[in-house]
């Protein structure tokens, strides 16, 4: 017999590599340690301000999508929080995203995108070039 399993809370995604040893070049088991516990205290705080409108059963793009649109849910309209609600939902979805981009068995660029990159940029090296300098100027960058 199958049974069925609501969720109730946002949670952290289950990330492989945190064990402690870190992605050797990448980042130490200490920088992803405390990288999880920032993760974390937006988790906490979606689920404190989901629980206040009802939304902790809701998926995290619905909460984004809601709290950024207060017209699709009437009740978050009226909410003082809602921009925290949107930051918390925004970050969780952020950093899961962050955590799912990264691996321990990293693969070498497909010939067909590094000749796409070298075509547009003229080197893999000024692509990150101008990445990192793109990426910088927008909230949320630090990372890069």
């Given at each position: 017999m199958l049974s069925t399993f609501t969720r109730t809370l946002f949670a952290m995604p289950p990330v492989a590599y945190m064990d402690g040893h870190g992605l050797d070049g990448v980042f130490s088991g200490h920088q992803?340690?405390?990288?999880?516990?920032?993760?974390?205290?937006?988790?906490?705080?979606l689920n404190k301000l989901?629980?206040?409108?009802?939304?902790?059963?809701?998926s995290v793009e619905q909460v984004i999508f809601e709290a950024a649109n207060p017209e699709a849910?009437?009740?978050?309209?009226?909410?003082?929080?809602?921009?925290?609600l949107f930051?918390?939902?925004?970050?969780?979805?952020?950093?899961?995203f962050f955590w799912s981009c990264m691996t321990r068995n990293s693969?070498?660029?497909p010939p067909?995108?590094?000749?796409?990159?070298?075509?547009?940029?003229?080197?893999?090296?000024?692509?990150?070039r101008e990445?990192?300098?793109?990426?910088?100027?927008?909230?949320?960058?630090?990372?890069?």
């Open positions: 992803l340690d405390l990288h999880a516990l920032h993760h974390k205290a937006y988790v906490n705080k989901a629980k206040q409108v009802n939304m902790q059963d809701a849910n009437s009740s978050l309209a009226a909410f003082p929080q809602r921009k925290q930051n918390n939902a925004a970050q969780h979805f952020n950093h899961s693969r070498p660029m067909s995108l590094e000749t796409r990159i070298t075509e547009e940029f003229g080197s893999i090296d000024c692509f990150k990445w990192e300098t793109a990426a910088m100027q927008h909230f949320g960058s630090g990372w890069c």
